[in-house]
């Protein structure tokens, strides 16, 4: 049942989109967006690159920083909001394009807490006994599915990709996990599919991203408080035994109220809201990369990842670190 994770990657898109591009065309300024939000730039995706490519790019990339042959990886999990199609699943296009024989494939559909429950899959097959080098790859290109007349949301999301492998270990280091869901604030952050309605309320139907950014900074702030709290109690650990907490960067408000609440200094939370924006399923890899290759992150280190997302759904995970700072 033991596992590990001792290897990361990540890919961000070329276009670097700075906030003075929406001082272009909307009433907003720099100044503006960082006060609300944090972000100061974000990438976005070409036109014709897609969720895969970007998985693709951060999976050869955890290959390259840390010489591993991914041709032996028996299970692929791709945590998205935003495939390339609704099905073949980006997890089998991975598969194909990077040459991996004999690997089963899925992908999740957790929104922002995707990332974290790939993990906790990938645990959960290791436990049973039923695979052994699991790849998770958590990535979404929102600038596709922004609605970029909206000065209140379009202003927060990016794109990218983040990948790690979950592998059997003689010693583990992926520890306890918790999940949680409130279904009933489902039509405050969606993107309309098949119905028009959730929760019998009526939902744009335009194929763009909606959220109802109040409701959920509210619920965010409030549930992340909680979980955190349960997943360190779980854990039989006091939150001053965590040396960093990852939680997912939606907007740097949140995770400042959320460390004010729990007496967390801010230098113990570990983020990539400012230089990439919200990349939703990619947010939590991305920043844990950043960690990791600026030396901040060390090995066994106590780690707290958290996400949470449309669902609106949580999910935590405590792991010790085994990723080591790339050469």
Not at 218 to 237: C, D, P
Request: charged share 20%.
């Amino acid at each position: 049942m033991n596992a590990t994770i001792s290897s990361i990657g990540i890919y961000h898109p070329e276009k670097e989109i700075r906030n003075s591009f929406f001082e272009e065309y909307l009433d907003t300024s720099d100044q503006w967006i960082r006060e609300r939000t944090g972000i100061e730039k974000r990438f976005h995706a070409s036109k014709n690159e897609y969720t895969s490519d970007l998985c693709i790019k951060a999976a050869l990339s955890l290959a390259k920083n840390y010489n591993i042959n991914l041709n032996n990886v028996d299970f692929i999990i791709v945590a998205t909001s935003t495939p390339d199609q609704i099905f073949p699943g980006v997890a089998s296009q991975v598969q194909n394009k990077l040459h991996i024989s004999n690997a089963g494939c899925m992908d999740i559909s957790a929104a922002c807490a995707g990332f974290i429950y790939g993990i906790i899959t990938a645990k959960g097959l290791i436990a049973a006994q039923t695979h052994r080098k699991i790849l998770v790859i958590g990535a979404d290109t929102l600038s596709k599915i922004t609605d970029f007349s909206d000065r209140s949301s379009c202003i927060l999301f990016g794109d990218g990709a983040g990948a790690v492998i979950v592998e059997a270990a003689t010693e583990n280091h992926i520890f306890k996990a918790i999940t949680d869901t409130d279904g009933s604030h489902g039509q405050d952050l969606y993107l309309y599919n098949l119905s028009g309605y959730i929760n019998e309320q009526a939902i744009l139907t335009d194929n763009k991203l909606h959220q109802n950014g109040k409701s959920v900074f509210k619920w965010a702030v409030t549930n992340l408080i909680e979980k955190i709290k349960k997943l360190a109690y779980v854990n039989n650990l006091n939150l001053q035994d965590i040396d960093y907490l990852i939680p997912h960067s939606a907007n740097i408000r949140i995770l400042e109220a959320v460390c004010k609440s729990l007496n967390i200094s801010m230098d113990k939370c570990v983020e990539s809201i400012r230089n990439y924006g919200n990349t939703s399923a990619a947010s939590i890899p991305i920043a844990w990369y950043n960690g990791v290759t600026s030396g901040r992150i060390r090995i066994n280190d106590n780690l707290l990842l958290i996400g949470f997302g449309g669902g609106l759904t949580c999910a935590g995970i405590y792991i010790r670190n085994r990723i080591d700072t790339v050469e």
